[in-house]
């Protein structure tokens, strides 16, 4: 009889240390989840490098002029981003982006905006070699899956590519700010409050910044 007993007591010890492993695979992996714009809670206001500006052959894209109750900031896209530019502009041209605020604001970090009430698919993410979220580039907010983005974007105020690991490889930076810098400073700098959405941060506009109308300019 004892001897029947000694294949279970393996066969258990086998399965607590498989038990174990598999905990710890599930812990490592929800560690590795990248933080984004619609959920973190971690930035600095101090960006650690200097500021380089991206390729002049991506900076002769289309223009897009947001006209917002705080002034107006004036955006050029980038034409290596086709997938990115082409659904902004769509959503330029349809007007969507008109009467929505910038609803998500921290100060030496970024201010995001584009919520909209229509249904946008899903975009593919364009990463590529020279992707830089550096002071006053645009990018598209997404989840923590790939290729979520579709109609949020932010607008970086800091070197976030520095200041935040993996931030370069996992936003889409697909424009810049070439007018109205400091209506940008002066929405991040705005007064906020808790957000209701993120337990914990503050970044809610006490008085929101709203888009008075979005369109392509020469």
Do not use: C
């Not at 600095?44 to 109750?69: E, M």
């Not at 905006?113 to 002071?135: K, M, V, Y």
């Not at 970086?156 to 400091?182: E, L, M, R």
Request: charged share 10%; no cysteine; hydrophobic share 35%.
């Amino acid at each position: 009889m004892a001897n029947k007993k000694t294949p279970k007591k393996k066969s258990n010890r086998q399965t607590i240390i498989i038990g174990i492993i598999a905990l710890i695979i599930i812990v490592i992996g929800a560690y590795a989840v990248i933080r984004q714009p619609g959920s973190q809670n971690t930035n600095s206001s101090n960006p650690t490098t200097t500021p380089t500006t991206s390729p002049a052959s991506n900076t002769n894209g289309t223009k897009v002029l947001f006209q917002t109750t705080a002034g107006n900031i004036t955006i050029q896209l980038y034409t290596d981003k086709p997938i990115t530019t082409a659904n902004f502009i769509n959503i330029v041209q349809k007007g969507w982006y008109d009467g929505t605020t910038f609803h998500r604001v921290i100060a030496g970090f970024m201010i995001q905006g584009g919520a909209i009430s229509q249904t946008i698919p899903t975009i593919s993410d364009e990463i590529g070699t020279n992707n830089r979220n550096l002071p006053y580039t645009i990018a598209m907010a997404k989840t923590n899956q790939p290729n979520s983005a579709t109609s949020e974007f932010f607008i970086n105020v800091a070197d976030n590519g520095a200041n935040n690991p993996d931030f370069d490889s996992t936003y889409t930076v697909f424009g810049s700010v070439i007018s109205g810098q400091s209506v940008v400073d002066a929405i991040a700098n705005a007064p906020v409050t808790a957000n209701p959405s993120i337990p914990g941060e503050v970044s809610t506009p006490v008085n929101p910044v709203s888009i008075i109308k979005a369109t392509i300019i020469p």
